[in-house]
């Protein structure tokens, strides 16, 4: 067996799940297993589900505020402007 070039052939390669996997990473693996089992807690937890849906709302509502704030500066910079004209 020794002389047949298919075994040595196949000795000198690695092997079909080592080129697959790539080299085995313990800390990728360890934040995979985490974010898998939070992503799995978030989807079949329905309290869980609520809250995030609850901080999103609240979330957007701040934003959408920001965003009438700014709004609403722009436009009395607009006004301030077109009144120091008119006094010119």
């Known amino acids: 067996m020794e002389n047949n070039p ?3 052939q196949a000795e000198n390669t690695p092997s079909a799940i080592s080129d697959s996997l790539g080299t085995f990473n313990t800390n990728d693996f360890i934040k995979g297993v985490l974010i ?3 992503a799995t807690y978030l989807l079949t937890n329905e ?6 849906f609850k901080t999103f709302a609240k ?9 009438e ?4 500066r722009i436009e009395d910079a607009k006004a301030e402007l077109e009144a120091s004209q008119q006094k010119v």
């Open 6 to 8: 298919y075994i040595k």
């Open 36 to 38: 898998g089992a939070a």
């Open 47 to 52: 309290k869980a589900q609520k809250a995030i």
């Open 59 to 67: 979330g957007s509502q701040m934003l959408q505020a920001g965003v």
């Open 69 to 72: 704030e700014i709004k609403e």
